[in-house]
C-alpha cells in the first residue's frame, strides 16, 4: 500500500487549507479513470473523478480553516503548518509509501522533515510538481482541490456575493474584502488575516475615516 498527498488553498487569502491524500496498491486504477494535475482538470471532470475517487478508493482529507491557519501562523511558518497537515494525512491508514507534492523549494529537506513525523518505517518521496509525475498525488490533488472548492462555495453562499476563487490575484476576492474591511472595520469570517494583502487594508481602514474611502 502507498499514498499520494496534495494541497489546495495553500496561496489563498480566504478559504481553507486542504490536504488530501489517497491510498492504493497499484496506479493503474487511478490512471485508467484519467487523474491528472487537478489544475488541469476542468471542474465538471474533477468532480467526476474525484466521485470514482471516493467511492473506490481508500481517502482522507486533512482541513485548516483561514482562522486555524492564522492561529498556526503565530508561531510556525505555513510550510510547517503544511507540513503537519501532509503527516497527519498520510498517517491515517497503514502505508509503506509516501509521494508527496513539495511544497518547499527545498525537496530534501522536506522529505526529511516530513520522514521524522510519519516514521522511518515509511518511504517518503517529496517532489516538485509530484501532481505532474505521479498518478496517486494527481488524485490526491483532486481529491484536496473538489473539497475546498465545495467549501468556496458554502462560503460564497452564506454571503451571497461573489467572493471569487478566494486567492490574491482574484479581483472579485480582493474587492470583496475590501468592501468588507470598509464597511464593518474588520475582516470578514473565512479570510486569512495574517496575509499581508488583508493586513494592509486593516491598517489602512484603522487609520482612515470611512468618508476618506
Known amino acids: 500500500m502507498f499514498c499520494g498527498v496534495d494541497e489546495a488553498g495553500r496561496g ?5 487549507l486542504v490536504v488530501g491524500t489517497v491510498f492504493t496498491d497499484s496506479d493503474v486504477g487511478l490512471s485508467e479513470i484519467g487523474v491528472k494535475d487537478s489544475k488541469k482538470l476542468t471542474p465538471k471532470k474533477r468532480e467526476k473523478i474525484y466521485d470514482e475517487i471516493t467511492s473506490s478508493w481508500t481517502w482522507h482529507v486533512e482541513i485548516t480553516t483561514a482562522e486555524g ?89 452564506e454571503f451571497d456575493v461573489n467572493i471569487g476563487s478566494g486567492y490574491p490575484s482574484d479581483h472579485y476576492t480582493m474587492d470583496f474584502i475590501r468592501s468588507w474591511i470598509e464597511e464593518n472595520g474588520r475582516a470578514p469570517a473565512h479570510v486569512r488575516c495574517s496575509w499581508e494583502p488583508v493586513r494592509q487594508m486593516l491598517s489602512k481602514r484603522a487609520n482612515t475615516k470611512l468618508t476618506d474611502w
Open 69 to 157: 491557519v492564522d492561529e498556526l501562523r503565530k508561531t510556525m511558518s505555513l510550510n510547517e503548518v503544511e507540513l503537519r497537515m501532509f503527516a497527519n494525512a498520510v498517517t491515517s491508514h497503514p502505508t509503506e509509501s509516501v509521494y508527496a507534492d513539495c511544497p518547499d523549494v527545498n525537496e530534501t529537506s522536506f522529505t526529511s522533515r516530513l520522514q521524522n513525523l510519519v516514521g522511518n518505517g515509511v518511504e517518503v518521496i517529496a517532489k516538485h510538481k509530484a501532481d505532474d509525475t505521479y498518478p496517486v498525488v494527481s488524485a490526491a490533488s483532486i481529491v484536496a482541490k473538489v473539497t475546498r472548492d465545495r467549501m468556496i462555495d458554502d462560503i460564497r453562499s
Open 12 to 16: 489563498s487569502v480566504l478559504g481553507p
